[in-house]
């Protein structure tokens, strides 16, 4: 080895990722020439991109391709392309590691993958690129010359835990990758990858609508010309895929395969999209847009640098991939294509933020992406729920930012609700079953929903009768606070304020008993406010619990402590807000308390104990934690011994 030559070690991810395709568990193995094509032609792109930005860059742009070479005996095919190329560095760093955010968590479930079917399906959710060659090769070759630079990098690895990186001189600009196939596949007919037949078939499959010529030399054989003479051959360099832009298209003109290897490819994803949606504007701003909805949401929409997938072309030709100003956040899972006719191709993000057709374009996309998701509600609801399943998180974001669409995206959102185990609901169905004289949509916020389905502030609803929707994505603690209404309804936390859902009959009827319990309790109360204090801001009598003791509750505009929680994890502060410790004067606890409150000294120390147990209590049964959980733990612990 020279010195030139280094041996390096694949990050433990990507090792990790190799092995799998080395022992190959994703069955469809012909994705991998896909993969090549798709890499090359993003090359192009760029390329394309970079000489059109830095006149001082010397290349040769007139004539870029792809070309794919295949040679039988030596049992190789090669992908080579006149693109933007790698350096040395790149080389290390785009394929030595995994650079795809949310690797760590794959890694996590491929090793909680019970079986190859699982890991399969990972793997197709995730997508790996460059390393599916692995999976019908056992050496892979890359070569490669960045434009501009004259040295050429060459890249060798069998995938098996290492790889040599190499400075060479002589290389074509662009990049080549040679895959030396592994053998036993050469019998194989269904997966000779020297069979120019075979590479035909796969191209046309895969890859017809890249924007690029993809080239092949084949032979042509004629018969001789008169009995007993020759077979002459010749060979000729065919293109073998159409190049047709599929958002020019109408949608009945492209098969549903197209659109799903045409979403592979600039999702760059293995997992077929759930919605395709075309668009055509004529008019002052001329454009064409191809989206898709994925099928599985990317282990990384919930990351800080989660990119739109959404790619600008002006007029046919690449400009931008990621484009973010083109859909709003909460629509980041959508991929796909916005082609438009009159924009420079020099256009920055900085221009793309105050251009006026881009704001055009993005509330249009918007309005078609929203009622897309509106039909497949009504008309496919199976897909609906799969999309509900992924997104709706994200979507919801929407509530808080979009308040042009705030009612259609509550119109296509469905939540959990104390009428169904297992079904969503969606508000119109939830107004449709509103009780005679229910003037509000009643909600409660926590972490999960079994947890909220036995929490204390629902007992007084569940008794009756009303439905309440259980909300336990951290995003609803946000939007709740941003929606007023739906159908004229105000929304509800059973948290929040006073609740009241006595008919004006029973609240006359409760009025003297009700008057009498303030009476009785009135020491009490006055009483637990002083030992509390520091902890709450009023004791007061409740009308929402039945069963447990005390609940804690929120002002009717209060900051419920999970809303806070999440600001303190975003890092704002906000003010500790005290809340209102509400008592249920039925239970025996509360009796009890009362009885002892009566009659024992005021600084008897085991009736403040007795309060601070009754307060901790009230934490738990929401899912909080005491404030001092050890000192909670052991008064506990005290009261039992006397009661064992
Ligand atoms: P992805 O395409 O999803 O980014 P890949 O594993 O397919 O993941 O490729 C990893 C990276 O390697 C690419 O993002 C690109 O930067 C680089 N790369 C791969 N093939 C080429 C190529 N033919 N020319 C230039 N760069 C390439
Ligand atoms: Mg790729």
Sequence with gaps: MTANVEQLEFQAEA????????????????????????????????LRIEAFRNKDLEVDTSDLHIEIETDKDARTLTVRDNGIGMSRDEVVELIGTLAKSGTGELRQQLREAKNAAASEELIGQF??????????????????????????????????GTYTVETVDDAPQGT????????EDAEDQLHDYTSEWKIRELVKKYSDFIAWPIRMQVERRTPPAEEGG??????????????????????????????????????????????????????????????????????????????????????????????????????????????????????SREILQQDRQVTAIRRRLTKKVLSAIKDMQSSR????????????????????????????????????????????????????????????????????????????????????GYEVLLLTDPVDELWVGAVSEFDGKPLQSVAKGEVDLDSEEEKKAHEAEREEAEREFADLLSWLKDVLGEHVKEVRLSTRLTE?????????????????????????????????????????????????????????????????????????????????????????????????
Aim: aromatic share 10%; net charge negative; with cysteine.
């Design 381 to 464: 609801p199976d897909d609906y729920r799969k999309f509900w399943t992924q997104f709706g998180a994200v979507l919801k974001e929407g509530l808080m930012s979009d308040f042009e669409n705030q009612d259609t995206i509550l119109r296509v959102s469905s939540f959990a609700s104390t009428h169904s185990d297992e079904e969503l609901t969606t508000l119109a169905d939830y107004v449709g079953r509103m009780k005679e004289g229910q003037k509000q949509i009643f909600y409660a916020t926590g972490q999960t929903r079994d947890q909220l389905r036995k929490s204390p502030h629902l007992e007084a609803f569940k008794a009756k």
């Design 15 to 46: 090792r990790q990722l190799l092995d799998l395709m080395i022992h190959s568990v994703y069955s469809n193995k012909d994705s991998f020439l896909r993969e090549l094509i798709s890499n090359a032609s993003d090359a192009l792109d760029k």
């Design 230 to 347: 020759e077979e002459t051959v010749t060979v000729e360099t065919q293109t073998l895929n159409s190049m047709k832009a599929l958002w020019a298209k109408s949608q009945d003109e492209v098969s549903e395969d197209e659109y799903k290897e045409f979403y592979k490819h600039i999702a760059h994803a293995w997992d077929e999209p759930l919605e395709v949606i075309t668009m055509k504007a004529e008019g002052t701003f001329e454009y064409q847009a191809l989206l898709f909805i994925p099928s599985h949401a990317p282990f990384d929409l919930f990351t800080r640098d989660a990119k739109t997938g959404v790619q600008l072309y002006v007029k046919r030709v690449f400009v931008m991939g990621d484009c973010d100003e083109l859909v709003p956040s909460y629509l980041r899972f959508i991929k796909g294509v916005v082609d438009a006719q009159d924009m420079s191709l020099n256009v």
């Design 176 to 183: 080549s990758v040679t895959l030396h196939l592994k053998p």
């Design 127 to 160: 997508g790996i690129g460059f390393y599916s060659t692995f999976m019908v090769a056992d050496k892979v070759e890359l070569l490669t010359r960045k434009a501009g630079e004259n040295n050429a990098t060459r890249w060798v690895s069998s995938g098996d």
């Design 548 to 644: 447990s003791p005390a609940c804690l509750v929120t002002d009717a505009f209060g900051i419920t402590p999970a809303l806070a929680r999440m600001y303190r994890a975003s890092g704002q502060t906000v003010p500790v807000g005290k809340r209102i410790l509400e008592l249920n004067p039925k239970h025996p606890l509360i009796t009890g308390l009362q009885q002892a409150q009566k009659s024992r000294p005021a600084d008897d120390p085991s009736l403040k104990e007795s309060a601070e147990l009754l307060y901790g209590t009230a934490l738990l049964a929401e899912g909080d934690v005491p404030e001092d959980p050890a000192k909670f733990a052991s008064l506990l612990a005290q009261r039992l011994a006397g009661t064992v």
